[in-house]
């Protein structure tokens, strides 16, 4: 081989060399190492193709590293605790129980760590997952405590960790811990026993000084004045320092209830409305709308409602009975009718027994709500009904033309914060009455002292006023030898004493017996005043009045003739019996007047009308008694009508064989073709009957409740009606109540060209059959609804009925975590088993991977909403999003696969000319 060749060999040798590292580097480099994601995600699987993570762009947009159906995370340690007045305080220190291994290896914190929850309740074996018993979130995996406001008693502190995809762990073991009263309710009382102790003795006290106040002649002894300035002084101390502690007291309990609603996790989903009707039960009258809104874009619409008050209410929540919970949203309104109350809140509560009562609170009048910005409405309230598992919560407009919008509304349990502040606020009345009382024993004591020192001196004596007083309105008495006082003085404030004067309104009473001539005057004057009054006012008794000889003038006579004759004053005792008779009354002289205790009659003999005092009677030409009106045995025999012959009216008349009929007439007849309702007295049935039973154009109307207690048969006869085409029952049997009990109740048309129409609803407690009913090869189009369970509705799917359209934003791959499952079911009452096995998912399986296709029963004991039903028709909206991911994911592979297709075909031809050159050097 020449210089030449070998070199050319050489350099071809190189490059081969080189072109071989450069496809090794190429094959064994990270895929990823330089790429980017745009407008996607990368997803990861475990080794079970179940989708564990998403990188990227998320279902809902959002750009974010997401966990997904991670493991479950290991439990936390217990915590630590500590109750203080009123409070819980619950510490984690950050580390994990190894419950797969040795127990005193650590657990470190897993990658997908969110938060570890505290919960506590009074039950030691409570479960640690809703949202009643939790007491707050720790964020860091480094441990740290909260602290929140519970009832004094005795709890149990749990803690439960949660990863990023919600997962929860179990929880730790209880730690018990007792809450203090958030008052101390001794040193309370110990002070108020002190201050009732301080107010006894001052009250003796007081009661001593009083005593000591010498009043025998209204004259002041010496005034010691010498009330116990410490002891007032203690009394005042003790009340203000009572009060000042349980103000502080109340002071903290309203801060702490103020975090509580901070800080509280709200009962209502979706409660600022942006995620439209999702948790909440809109009906005509609302509805969630975009545009009005206090924060974000939307907010709920209610009214205008002029059929009734709306309540559009959230999903049900567990609670229990004597729960307090917190309400507040924001309000604005649209229209100017003044109704009050016209908006507020409403609490709806469901008992075990499927019961449901609703209580409205926080009402304030539609005008107290602003129309340009938002007014903030705020309650507190519970419920009163016992057995309480569930309750929910509405905003409520009362009927009215009105618009409001409701925006961020919130509801938080406060029970425990509400007894706290309660009992803070009882304390702080109890100290505010120690210190009034304290107040009111020193403020009597100063009036005590200040009176004393005031009143002015009394001198009793039984000569005249001698020597000078002591101050102005110093009184001198003069007495007799009886100490009666006879004449009054009292020194003025010009030094000098000056004779009372007694008026005639200081006698209150003078007894005229006891006035005595003596050798008093009574002046002309007085005389003669006394003369007239006793001339004009005198009264005479009659009784006392004798003729004796005395004759009575004429005109005294014709007086009493005036006023005791003519103006009838005659009473029926003024005359004897027997002494008026008929011939001298004339017709006319009882008109108007009153007639008792007689018998009146329309003829002698037991005929015609009579009227007693027992009541009014009639009797026919036969001496038939045929009315009696006596108030309480009343009969009345006969035809009767409600209006004149030949007019319309109603007839109560008794029947051709003996019954009783009320017939219903536009011509005042009981002919045969009239509608009745009589009885036949040989069967005793009773007949309700339409106008003109042989060609039946009239219908029977029951508007309310029918109750009919032994069975009921309305068969035989057929009614109809002509103008709509449809036929009333042939035939319509129910059994007796009487055992054995389950017979069907049959509905017959009158013939199988005729229809059996329902325009109400229709109830069925038990199984409803439809035997005989038609095949099709169309889609199903009706559901039995589980909420509320029974329903009928007709399923459609036109955009008419729909609102709110968006894409579905499922992650398409929750489909490979659905796991379809085969069964046979369980046998039902008084059927065979089912032999054959079905095939499907289990609807709590599905709750976990989709919820949205699944459908939920109501609450039972409280435990929740139970998964009842899987949408099949539903998963096909999964299924298409599955394969438009997969079809996106193949065009992805696809566009790679021609990449590395274009790569390898360049490869190829390099190699191809690698080949050619190697072909041409000479052979050696």
């Not at 099949?872 to 991911?885: C, G, K």
Request: aromatic share 6%; charged share 20%.
């Amino acid at each position: 081989m020449t210089d030449r060749v070998q070199a050319q060999a050489r350099a071809l040798a190189t490059q081969l060399r080189d072109l071989d590292e450069r496809v090794t580097n190429l094959a064994n480099k990270p895929g990823l190492a330089y790429s980017s994601i745009e407008g996607g995600r990368i997803e990861d699987y475990d080794t079970t193709g179940t989708l564990r993570g998403m990188v990227g762009t998320q279902p809902d947009g959002t750009h974010t590293v997401a966990s997904v159906n991670g493991p479950t995370p290991p439990r936390p340690t217990a915590p630590t605790c500590a109750g203080g007045q009123g409070t819980i305080k619950a510490r984690w220190d950050g580390l994990f129980l190894n419950d797969a291994g040795d127990p005193d290896e650590l657990v470190y914190v897993p990658s997908d760590f969110a938060r570890v929850e505290a919960h506590a309740s009074q039950e030691p074996d409570f479960t640690a997952l809703f949202a009643d018993t939790l007491l707050g979130t720790i964020e860091t995996p480094r441990g740290a405590d909260v602290t929140t406001l519970r009832a004094p008693g005795t709890w149990y502190v749990k803690l439960v960790a949660r990863s990023q995809s919600g997962k929860a762990s179990a929880a730790s073991p209880a730690i018990q811990v007792q809450v203090q009263d958030l008052v101390d309710v001794a040193e309370v009382d110990a002070q108020l026993a002190k201050a009732a102790e301080d107010l006894a003795a001052a009250s003796t006290r007081l009661d001593d000084d009083e005593a000591r106040l010498d009043d025998v002649f209204g004259q002041v002894a010496a005034i010691p004045g010498d009330i116990d300035a410490a002891r007032s002084a203690a009394i005042a101390a003790a009340a203000a320092d009572a009060q000042t502690k349980a103000d502080a007291a109340l002071a903290a309990a309203n801060a702490q209830v103020a975090q509580v609603i901070a800080r509280g996790i709200s009962l209502v989903r979706n409660g600022d409305f942006e995620a439209g009707q999702d948790g909440w039960q809109a009906g005509a009258s609302s509805a969630v709308e975009v545009g009005v809104s206090r924060s974000g874009g939307r907010s709920l619409r209610i009214g205008p409602n002029p059929g009734g008050d709306v309540y559009p209410v959230s999903d049900l929540v567990p609670a229990s009975s004597g729960r307090t919970w917190y309400l507040e949203a924001w309000v604005q309104r649209s229209g100017t009718e003044a109704v009050s109350p016209g908006v507020g809140f409403l609490i709806q509560a469901k008992t075990a027994a499927g019961g449901t009562s609703n209580t409205v609170v926080g009402q304030v009048a539609a005008m107290a709500v602003g129309t340009a910005g938002w007014t903030k409405l705020t309650a507190t309230a519970s419920v009163a009904t016992a057995d309480v598992v569930a309750v929910r919560f509405a905003p409520w407009v009362a009927a009215g033309s009105n618009v409001f919008h409701v925006d961020d509304m919130l509801v938080v349990d406060v029970t425990e914060a509400k007894v706290a502040l309660d009992s803070a606020a009882s304390a702080g009345s109890a100290a505010s009455a120690a210190q009034a009382a304290a107040g009111s024993a020193q403020s009597t004591a100063d009036s005590a002292l200040t009176m004393a020192g005031s009143k002015g001196r009394v001198f009793y004596s039984t000569s005249a006023p001698s020597g000078s007083g002591t101050a102005t309105g110093d009184l001198w008495r003069q007495v007799d030898a009886s100490s009666n006082v006879i004449a009054e003085w009292y020194w003025t404030k010009d030094g000098a004493w000056q004779a009372t004067a007694i008026s005639s309104s200081a006698i209150s009473n003078l007894d005229v017996g006891k006035l005595t001539a003596g050798t008093a005057v009574i002046v002309d004057v007085v005389a003669q005043k006394i003369a007239a009054s006793t001339a004009t006012f005198q009264k005479a008794d009659v009784a006392n009045l004798t003729a004796g000889t005395g004759t009575m003038a004429q005109a005294v006579i014709d007086q009493l003739y005036a006023d005791v004759v003519k103006s009838r004053k005659i009473s029926t005792d003024m005359l004897a019996a027997n002494s008026v008779t008929t011939t001298q009354l004339a017709a006319t002289a009882i008109d108007g007047m009153t007639i008792t205790g007689a018998t009146i009659q329309t003829a002698k003999t037991t005929t015609g009308v009579k009227i007693t005092s027992q009541g009014m009677y009639a009797y026919d030409a036969n001496g038939v008694q045929t009315v009696r009106l006596n108030g309480s045995d009343n009969k009345v025999v006969g035809r009767f009508s409600t209006a004149p012959d030949g007019k319309p009216g109603m007839i109560l008349t008794p029947t051709a064989d003996g019954g009783a009929g009320l017939w219903f007439s536009p011509t005042g007849s009981t002919a045969g073709t009239e509608a009745a309702l009589f009885t036949d007295p040989s069967s005793q049935n009773i007949t309700i009957r339409p106008q003109k039973r042989t060609t039946p154009n009239g219908s029977i109307y029951f508007d309310g409740n029918t109750f009919i207690n032994d069975g009921f048969d309305l068969g035989g006869q057929a009614w109809t009606l002509p103008a709509n085409g449809f036929a009333t029952f042939v035939g319509l049997y129910a059994k007796s109540l009487a055992a054995p009990y389950g017979q069907d109740l049959t509905m017959s048309a009158i013939d199988s060209t005729k229809s059996v129409q329902v325009n109400s609803n229709l109830y069925a407690n038990a199984d409803l059959w439809m035997r005989n009913a038609p095949t099709t090869s169309a889609a199903a189009n009706m559901l039995i609804a589980t909420n509320p369970a029974g329903r009928v509705y007709r399923s459609t799917s036109s955009r008419r009925y729909k609102k709110y359209v968006q894409d579905y934003g499922q992650n398409p791959l929750a489909v490979m975590g659905l796991r379809p499952r085969t069964w046979v079911s369980k046998k039902q009452p008084g059927e065979e088993q089912d032999p054959r096995r079905y095939t499907g998912f289990i609807a709590e399986e599905m709750a976990e991977v989709a919820p949205e296709f699944v459908s939920y029963c109501d609450y039972d004991d409280g435990a929740g909403p139970i998964p009842e039903s899987v949408d099949y028709d539903r998963i096909t909206a999964l299924l298409v999003r599955h394969n438009q991911a997969l079809q996106t994911t193949l065009d992805q592979v696809r566009a790679e696969k021609d990449e590395l297709a274009a790569k390898v075909a360049l490869l190829e031809d390099r190699l191809t000319a690698i080949d050619a050159r190697l072909a041409a050097i000479p052979a050696a």
